[in-house]
């Protein structure tokens, strides 16, 4: 299940993956994002906190299916902020970052340990503007 942390008036996305994240988690979060588009955002600053995420609880299919959709909408993502207790995420989020650095001109990912949830609002809402 997922929620949104607090909602942002311009371009930045605030999410919590609760337990699992389903096909219908997957929807919401892409509908989420499109309005922030119609709204004007050339780029989304995205949070996304995971630190009640069960793997087991969630579906492969809706997590391929993300990643599959976050990758043809890259241009658009702005600022991601990784929030959880992880030393896997914690260790792959710099290698997200030298692998897309050719394409993310302005862009970062950065992770926050759950006690930094502050810091990451504050820098999703830093991130490139709504215009892009």
Known sequence: MIEQLK???????????????????????????????????????VLVKLDEMKLSASSVKAFFEDILWALRNYTHLGHLAIVAHSKVLKAMVPLDNLFFQRASEGRLEHYFDVSQLNEAIAFVNEGPSAEG
Do not use: H, M, S, Y
């Open 7 to 45: 909602t942002f008036p311009d371009n930045v996305l605030a999410i919590e993956v609760i337990d699992g994240f389903t096909g219908t988690d997957e929807q919401l979060c892409r509908k989420w994002f499109e309005a922030k588009r119609v709204a004007g955002a050339e780029q989304v600053n």
